[in-house]
């Protein structure tokens, strides 16, 4: 079974500052690890991915995450917030046999602060 | 790529309506999935295709619910006699192959009066 918990179901920052977003993973078998974002009434789009290799992941806009296996997580980080960055982040998982489908957390509304 | 298309992006119904949404994935991208997604929670997995197979089903997926996806193309996802529980934003994703990136619609915002 697999399941994500993101911890913070809103996250406020100032602008330039430190974007840190928490996710933790439950997975059976070795998990693939994604970051999605969601702008209002819009659908998802992928910030990053996670699958083997390298634990830490470059994505779009700055953002990146470092897969932890001994801590099972996969937090999202960007140096320096921007406010085009407000908006909903998902992190999800999925087996690495199939993406069947995704197991999403509950999502984490950043807010940037001029 | 002109990306995943959904219709209608919203659709208000009366309770006990029928309503079908449909989905026009990525050209050539074999496996299409659709998630249901609710105010403040993130998507569930609802159904998912391969080709014009329909392969898993979530037991979200009541028998009100049906998908189908012919000829391995487009797929519609209908709902029978609608509650209002059903209230939700529908998502559909397609990919060309296990391994490759998810893309996801837009979305089909249903609100059950």
């Known amino acids: 079974a697999q399941s994500v918990t993101q911890l913070g179901s809103h996250v406020s920052v100032s602008e330039g500052a430190l974007v840190l977003l928490r996710c933790n993973y439950s997975s059976s078998v070795p998990p693939y690890l994604f970051w999605y974002v969601q702008y209002p009434n819009q659908g998802l789009q992928l910030l990053l991915k996670y699958t083997t290799g390298a634990t830490l992941v470059k994505g779009i806009n700055g953002f990146e995450a470092e897969f932890k296996k001994s801590e099972t997580s996969f937090h999202l980080t960007k140096p320096s917030a921007h406010m085009s960055d407000a908006a909903e982040y998902f992190c999800a998982v999925s087996n690495g046999n199939n993406f069947n489908k995704f197991y999403f957390g509950s999502g984490t509304k950043l807010n940037v602060k001029p | 790529d002109t990306g995943v298309s959904q219709n209608p992006r919203h659709k208000i119904t009366k309770r006990g309506q029928n309503v079908t949404f449909r989905c026009d994935p990525i050209s050539e991208h074999n496996r299409l999935y659709w998630y249901r997604q609710t105010l403040g929670q993130g998507p569930e997995f609802l159904t998912y295709?391969?080709?014009?197979?329909?392969?898993?089903k979530s037991r979200l997926l009541s028998d009100r619910f049906s998908a189908e996806r012919p000829k391995g193309s487009f797929s519609t996802l209908e709902i029978q006699r609608t509650e209002q529980g059903d209230s939700a934003m529908y998502l559909c994703?397609?990919?060309?192959?296990?391994?490759?990136?998810?893309?996801f619609g837009e979305g089909s915002w249903l609100t059950v009066v």
């Open positions: 295709f391969q080709n014009e197979a329909q392969l898993e």
């Open positions: 994703a397609s990919t060309r192959d296990v391994g490759n990136t998810i893309y």
